[in-house]
């Protein structure tokens, strides 16, 4: 975990305010000529430096309106979570020994090195800080005119960054203008006094909001419990339990699937390759889904998604629909867009979500589920937390059906949802291997009665 104390030391994050905080003194003393009693960052600047906290370029110049260059930047925010450099075991540029750290902790995904004595931007600034603060870029409406992008959202909406308000009432954040000292030294001051983590919580090495615009769950602890076989139970209202595959499982025997007390099947119909990004089509999905019918199950299919956009999410969207539309009327639980997280595996083999944002990728799942709606089929999404939380902006996703996936013996989700995958190692009569177990709280349609299974008919 990362050092949380520094960064009330260190964190640089960018601002541009015209309002000193009431809580220090707007006109004390300055030790700096340049650094004028009633401007906007004097007080900043002087309590800062009564601290220890910063100094000046020499002892009576603070230099205001000097720029911040990368090499810079990527010290002191490498040094606000803990991660030191000896800039004496560099024979080339002081900084070069802080770009690798950088890269490593996701303050940036490449660098060139060419770049660390030029002056950094503004939206370069930001997105590093709000990294290395473990925050989530985040894909609501933008306060600012001249820029959308997750990041700034995420830290104005946490009180950290304001951009200038004009006289028309228009707030502009100035992506690309560069970084003076007066603004980091007042955001420093900021950061110092603020507990940005206030309404958030902490899911994997990421702090992430708790959305007011998605319903909190209903569930609790005491209405999951297991029943003699150690299969997962719940008390509190309707549930049947299904199961939920692809072509790994190979030949499945649905009819002892339905006798084994299955109600419901979730059946993959295809999904997007990681590396190339091509589409393929389940090799088993048609049998499945005609043999899961055939013995009485409710159906619902799913397609693996990494869409990195609207425009392949509705191309994902569009090749189901096209395969399932001889079944249309028979399913008659959700169509699930799939989205998975899978990271790097190495420095140059990575899945093509690995860098994937909050806001395309969501972008991506809406526009999947939109399509399918238009067809009359509901629509939903699956998620684990990691990826509902961070990788997805669920206030964006509410119209739809939620599916979570949480390996536990109660669901920890904040938010609620309809269909709860919690087990991928359940053993089911008819399917030869361990297979994804699930529980869905919502009555889609009718459960249906197992069906005869036929008679086999003996060669003539």
């Not at 309002?19 to 401007?39: E, K």
Request: charged fraction near 25%; aromatic fraction near 14%; proline fraction near 5%.
């Amino acid at each position: 975990m990362k050092k949380r104390a520094l960064i009330l030391l260190l964190t640089v994050v960018l601002l541009f305010s015209c309002a000193p905080a009431a809580a220090v003194d707007t006109r004390p003393a300055s030790p700096f000529d340049d650094v004028a009693p009633g401007s906007w960052y004097c007080s900043y600047v002087v309590d800062l430096y009564r601290r220890g906290v910063v100094s000046g370029m020499t002892e009576t110049s603070f230099e205001p309106d000097g720029t911040v260059t990368w090499g810079q930047a990527f010290k002191l925010i490498l040094g606000a979570v803990g991660v030191t450099a000896d800039e004496s075991e560099n024979d080339g540029h002081w900084a070069d020994v802080y770009v690798r750290p950088a890269i490593e902790n996701r303050l940036v995904f490449s660098f060139d090195e060419d770049w660390l004595d030029r002056p950094v931007d503004r939206l370069s600034i930001a997105r590093m800080t709000a990294r290395a603060m473990d925050l989530v870029s985040i894909s609501g409406p933008s306060p600012y005119e001249d820029c959308g992008d997750g990041y700034v959202v995420e830290l104005y909406e946490k009180g950290i960054m304001e951009g200038e308000l004009l006289s028309d009432g228009v707030r502009r954040f100035y992506p690309g203008q560069n970084v003076t000292r007066a603004e980091m030294a007042a955001i420093v001051w900021r950061v110092m006094e603020s507990d940005y983590q206030d309404g958030m919580t902490r899911v994997s090495n990421y702090w992430v909001d708790i959305l007011d615009g998605v319903p909190a769950t209903r569930f609790t602890r005491s209405q999951f419990y297991r029943d003699g076989g150690g299969q997962i139970c719940y008390n509190g209202g309707y549930y049947i339990r299904g199961v939920d595959v692809s072509e790994h499982k190979g030949v499945i025997d649905w009819y002892a699937v339905k006798e084994d007390g299955i109600d419901f099947a979730i059946i993959r119909v295809g999904g997007r390759l990681l590396g190339t990004g091509g589409i393929f089509e389940d090799k088993y999905w048609r049998q499945n889904v005609e043999g899961a019918l055939a013995a009485g199950l409710n159906v619902g299919v799913y397609f693996f998604s990494q869409a990195l956009n609207a425009r392949e999410g509705l191309e994902e969207a569009e090749f189901v629909l096209d395969l399932i539309r001889d079944y249309k009327d028979q399913i008659e639980f959700p169509v699930m867009c799939d989205w998975e997280y899978l990271g790097n595996y190495s420095s140059t083999n990575h899945a093509r979500t690995y860098l994937a944002e909050p806001g395309p990728v969501t972008d991506g799942i809406e526009a999947f589920c939109r399509r399918v709606e238009q067809e009359g089929l509901l629509a939903g999404v699956y998620f684990n937390k990691y990826c509902g939380m961070v990788k997805m902006d669920l206030s964006r996703l509410t119209d739809h059906q939620f599916w979570y996936d949480e390996y536990t013996s109660y669901p920890t989700c904040p938010y609620h949802f309809q269909i709860w995958q919690y087990s991928s190692t359940g053993r089911v009569a008819g399917i030869r291997s361990d297979t994804d177990m699930d529980l869905c709280f919502v009555p889609y349609a009718p459960v249906k009665p197992a069906a005869p299974r036929p008679e086999a008919v003996e060669p003539s």
